[in-house]
């Protein structure tokens, strides 16, 4: 399968990683290491980053990745955010989506000093969750999927949709919203409510068990690749993917 290398615009909304680990230590003590293992190049804050004028997404996905950390322990640089959690390491994007190329170099760069703490006994996941979003746009009629049920007379016009299922060798969650109500932030900060189809793409490979970055990154990148499939391959539209001229 050829995959675009990207496409305009791209509608990303979050483009979320996450890596779970290990550690015999307390959390508190972690952070402390984790700080001193991060360069000058990033600051630190456990206050709210502003987020992107546009749609107030849902933050949560159950047994996914969150999408909120405030209050959390955050660092970040003018590319990426990185939120550390307990048993958990959070990479986003600090404003608009970098590329992955750029974004997985940025992510390589802080594993490998985290992990050069020794403190991580071992990664127990990866995951990767991808939102994109489509103002005033029916999914219906750019996907590959098609909603009905018991009545035949009736036309949904505004659903959600989700479900997870296993490619191996990762787990999927998929959710689609079409058309959902969806509180929004103008450029002049009005809030208006505003019909958004949103896709939402989560991968993730658990029961991992390694320290091994190279082994780590590779299964970051193959999951980045799925995630690439799933959107392109199995869900986008010939037609609609023209429309959002891709580069291969």
Known sequence: MTLPK?????????????????????????LGTFFNAMDD????????????????????NSQGITLQFGGKSLFYNDKITVALLPNSIVFSCLNEYIGWETYSAEIERVILALNNTNVITHFTRVGIRYVSEYPNINLQECIKFEFT?????VRSDSYVFRTEFNLDPFR??????????????SDVNQFLITPTSIIDIDVLADGLNTNDTTELFEVMNR????????????LIREEFLKTLNPEY
């Open 172 to 185: 999927i969650v998929l959710n689609l919203n079409n058309k959902v109500p969806v509180l929004s932030q």
């Open 223 to 234: 999951a980045k690749k799925m995630e690439k499939e799933i959107f392109f391959g199995y």
């Open 6 to 30: 990207k496409i305009t615009p791209d509608r990303i909304k979050q483009a979320i990683v996450e890596f779970r680990y290990s550690s015999k230590r307390p959390f508190e003590v972690l």
């Open 41 to 60: 190049t990033y600051t630190y804050t456990n206050r709210p980053l502003p987020q992107p004028k546009g749609a107030i997404l849902p933050t949560e």
């Open 149 to 153: 049920f018991g009545m035949a007379q």
